[in-house]
């Protein structure tokens, strides 16, 4: 059996070929630019702010409901005093330290891969007061970040 192959001049299977490689490319790119937004909407948002002088208010957004851990530890006996883990879009909390022994404490949240960590000095136990290291405006070159 005999099997005759012809080719046809290049010109004209460029001009066929062309507009299906032109939509594929341009449907590729589109696929590629919302996978990107889709990624930068699903990234968890962590706020915290001092709410008074004895409370931390703290509000995630977790729009792809990963694991959110949140942790409050004392520094000065190692001691977990908060352990909570959810899988909530929207989750806020206040967390308020009066009464509490006067003494070093961690904020840890931990929300898929991403970890925060906030900084709590708690003086006196009579009038509780709190500084947020992290949250107080950059005094100088050692501040490691500003949490607005």
Same mark, same amino acid.
């Given at each position: 059996?005999?099997?005759?192959?012809?080719?046809?001049?290049?010109?004209?299977?460029?001009?066929?070929?062309?507009?299906?490689?032109?939509?594929?490319l341009l449907g590729g790119l589109?696929?590629?630019?919302?996978?990107?937004?889709?990624?930068?909407? #699903?990234?968890?948002?962590? &706020?915290?702010?001092? /709410?008074?002088?004895? *409370?931390?208010? @703290?509000? !995630?957004?977790?729009?792809?409901?990963?694991?959110?851990?949140?942790?409050?530890?004392?520094?000065?006996?190692?001691?977990?005093?908060?352990?909570?883990?959810?899988?909530?879009?929207?989750?806020? #909390?206040?967390?308020?330290? &009066?009464?509490?022994? /006067?003494?070093?404490? *961690?904020?840890? @949240?931990? !929300?898929?891969?991403?970890?925060?960590?906030?900084?709590?000095?708690?003086?006196?136990?009579?009038?509780?007061?709190?500084?947020?290291?992290?949250?107080?405006?950059?005094?100088?070159?050692?501040?490691?970040?500003?949490?607005?």
């Amino acid at each position: 059996m005999k099997t005759s192959l012809t080719s046809r001049p290049a010109a004209a299977t460029q001009t066929r070929t062309a507009p299906y490689l032109r939509a594929l490319l341009l449907g590729g790119l589109a696929i590629v630019g919302s996978a990107g937004t889709a990624l930068a909407q #699903s990234a968890p948002a962590v &706020k915290a702010k001092q /709410a008074d002088a004895q *409370a931390l208010w @703290l509000t !995630v957004e977790n729009p792809a409901q990963q694991r959110l851990q949140m942790q409050v530890v004392s520094l000065d006996n190692s001691t977990c005093l908060v352990n909570e883990v959810n899988h909530l879009t929207s989750y806020g #909390s206040k967390l308020n330290f &009066k009464g509490m022994p /006067a003494g070093q404490y *961690a904020v840890l @949240l931990r !929300v898929g891969r991403e970890r925060f960590r906030y900084s709590v000095d708690v003086q006196g136990k009579a009038q509780t007061t709190i500084s947020v290291r992290e949250l107080t405006p950059a005094k100088s070159p050692e501040a490691v970040a500003v949490v607005r």
